[in-house]
């Protein structure tokens, strides 16, 4: 093979690989980090699955939060709904865990004007149905979105996807809706700035004590 041949052929073997990581979808890289995670230490069975986006991702305590629970936390990045389903047999059912904790839909509300709450409602209904259909009897538990300073303006959108998957889930055995939404509200009835990090967004250690303190009452034990 002649050297102009051999540049071509490893120009495009290089040419692929770069597109086909270009191809990946969103957040792949996180879901191999939890697999590599898994393949050193596999969790325990029987443990409480946490999943959704950076709420939990940031939550970087919560087992100490919980440490009468076996806590599995699977949250990533900037997730929305779309990639819990996308990644639903990496992050939940490895685990066959004995209930599951969800919080996602704030980022699909952020990530578009378009996006109606009964468009994330219908989305929820999705991923329900996909745990429904592997593990039929698993306690599902919702934690509503969160009234971040930072989207405030889209306050209207979030109480009615909060709503829509609230009804949604009463007519589910099994399953729990619980709001942090008026506890995360001050005297003003708008967000107390002070449990929130810089960004206004992501909660610091006062807002995942008000977390803590409604959450731990709803895990199994």
Not at 160 to 165: D, E, K, L, R, S
Request: charged share 20%; hydrophobic share 40%.
């Amino acid at each position: 093979m002649s050297k102009l041949k051999l540049f071509l052929f490893l120009f495009l073997v290089l040419t692929n690989i770069l597109y086909a990581q270009e191809q990946k979808p969103a957040f792949w890289n996180d879901i191999q980090t939890f697999k590599k995670q898994d393949s050193v230490s596999f969790p325990p069975g029987n443990a409480i699955l946490f999943i959704g986006s950076s709420s939990f991702t940031m939550w970087k305590d919560v087992q100490d939060a919980f440490p009468n629970h076996k806590i599995i936390n699977r949250g990533f990045g900037g997730s929305s709904l779309p990639d819990l389903i996308r990644y639903a047999d990496e992050i939940i059912f490895p685990y066959h865990p004995k209930q599951v904790v969800i919080y996602c839909g704030e980022n699909d509300i952020a990530g578009s004007d378009t996006i109606k709450p009964e468009t994330v409602v219908g989305r929820f209904d999705i991923l329900f149905q996909i745990i429904r259909k592997k593990i039929p009897s698993v306690p599902v538990l919702f934690i509503s979105l969160k009234p971040s300073p930072s989207r405030w303006h889209l306050k209207d959108k979030m109480i009615a996807t909060n709503n829509g998957i609230n009804n949604y889930l009463k007519t589910k055995p099994n399953t729990n809706f619980l709001s942090v939404w008026k506890p995360m509200l001050g005297r003003d009835g708008k967000p107390v700035d002070a449990i929130f990090t810089e960004d206004k967004l992501h909660m610091n250690s006062g807002g995942y004590a008000i977390w803590k303190k409604l959450i731990g009452p709803h895990l199994l034990n």
